[in-house]
């Protein structure tokens, strides 16, 4: 590996390994071709680049001339993060995004009514976050699609109709479609680590739906015994609004981000746009993410943040906290 690769160029090939789909990994090579200091020590990794860059535009041309129906399972992601809501059919699953935010679902008391994914973006707070609504999943059948919009999405939520005498069926074989399809579903208290090779791991939020009906509660209450442990069991009504405030914040926190507020030396912090990050970030991540130049040049930090006294001088390793106000010094 050459040793003079710069700051903007391994920013590239972090984002190179962080791509999840074909257009963002050809942007990311397109972006590290960019960036790549060209001379004779470096010739093996551009061809590198430039033949990887190629079999993968084939490859998309390939997947273009395929159905429309790829194309309609493939939803760009916008916003602080994307969920995907997953679950059996009729389950709450368009009435919960037409209730969090903008988007008009089709809703109907027959189940498959929603045939194609749709998106919406839901407030959280000063933050907005991508919900998209998905076909339902028939326990057994494995729908390949949805389970790999998923796949491509930051985190699941489950929406279960808790009133429904087979909910726990529905999440035993929800869990075990998808571990069939290689996405293991993690509770929000588990790292989000990549568990074995060709396995993702997805941070899964369980919504128990349709609080409302009588019945609910006492699948609530087994849902919870059996499940409990390991992932955050969020119960909530579409219809009547019970647990909707609580749920948004549960889908925040099933993304495992924090928001960070800059501040500019002698100015006060932009409180209305916070820069979202991955949780146990560090000072440098931050840094990286308000311009890449701040990585080279970043001389001192100063923070404000629940754990540490106002304005305190923090170190580049530094793991920020949600609601930190940072002010970097170049
Ligand atoms: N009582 C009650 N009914 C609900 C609730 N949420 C949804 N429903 C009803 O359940 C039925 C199905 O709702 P949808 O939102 O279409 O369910 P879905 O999961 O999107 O269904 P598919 O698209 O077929 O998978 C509709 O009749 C809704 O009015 C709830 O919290 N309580
Ligand atoms: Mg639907």
Redesign the pocket.
Known sequence: MPANLTPDFLAAQEKYREAKTIEEKIAALEEMYATLPKHKGTEKLQADIKSRLSKLRNKEKQEGKRSKRYDEFYVPRHGAGQIALV??????????L?RLTAAH??????????RIPTPGMMEFEDIMIQLV?T??ITLGCGDRSVISLARNADAIAL?L?A?DADVLDHIDGLINDMGKSRVKLTGSREPADIYEAGTVSRRTLLVA?????PDAQVNIDVLVELYGEQFTVQP?????GEGLEDLRRALFDTLGIIRVYAKQPGKPPDLEKPFTLEAGSTLMDFAAAVHKDFVRKLRMAKAWGRDIPDGAQIARDHVLQDGYIVELHA
């Open positions: 679950g059996p059919p009729n389950s709450g699953k368009s009435s919960l037409a679902p089709e809703i109907a008391e027959y189940p498959y009514t929603t609504d076909p339902p929406v109709d009133s739906n349709k609080v409302d009906i909530v009504s579409a219809v009547t």
